[in-house]
């Protein structure tokens, strides 16, 4: 009678890991999402009241703000306050100067350098837009109490500073997408 062939036993080999799931990107969750949704649904909205009113579009009354608080700028540096980009200010700039709502001069101490400022007529319209946008401000953040206001000034403060450095020290060496150093420098105040 011949023995049945009995199977040699082997060592088990533990499982093999399951493949990597890739990550899923929920955009809905997603904090640059949510940031950058929240600021254009704001920012449309405000501007739709200036346009209706004033005939300005967003880029040119970001220009005349900055030059409101700061005359003397050339458009390179309203572009970097901003975070705009330096054609769209560029664009902005010829518009208010053909409005007669910005005048243009020549640095005194640097003949190839221009200068910006709001002219008479613009500073009267500056003083008629900004009480309309800080009322809109006001309604926007009226959901919130002071201790949660000074909470969220506060958490914009560090993400804009701190969480910025920390996201560019990250990827330093590695390829940018062609966007303009106003957008990947935070503007200086």
């Excluded at 969480?163 to 200086?188: E, K, T, Y």
Aim: glycine fraction near 6%.
């Amino acid at each position: 009678m011949k023995q049945a062939h009995k199977p040699q036993r082997t060592m088990k080999q533990p499982d093999a890991l399951p493949p990597a799931q890739p990550l899923t990107l929920q955009l809905e969750t997603f904090i640059p999402y949510q940031l950058s949704v929240l600021s254009n649904r704001v920012s449309q909205a405000i501007s739709a009241e200036y346009y209706r009113r004033f005939g300005l579009v967003m880029t040119e009354w970001r220009t005349m703000c900055v030059l409101g608080r700061f005359p003397g700028l050339s458009a390179s540096e309203v572009a970097e306050r901003t975070a705009m980009d330096k054609v769209a200010v560029s664009r902005a700039v010829a518009r208010l100067l053909e409005r007669e709502l910005v005048s243009r001069d020549i640095h005194g101490d640097d003949r190839r350098r221009s200068v910006l400022a709001l002219s008479a007529k613009g500073q009267a319209m500056h003083d008629q837009v900004a009480p309309l946008v800080l009322a809109c401000e006001q309604r926007l953040l009226s959901v919130l109490d002071e201790d949660e206001l000074a909470q969220l000034h506060a958490l914009i403060g560090r993400l804009g500073g701190e969480g910025m450095n920390r996201l560019l020290s990250g990827l330093q060496g590695m390829p940018m997408s062609p966007v303009s150093s106003a957008q990947v420098n935070p503007p200086q105040a």
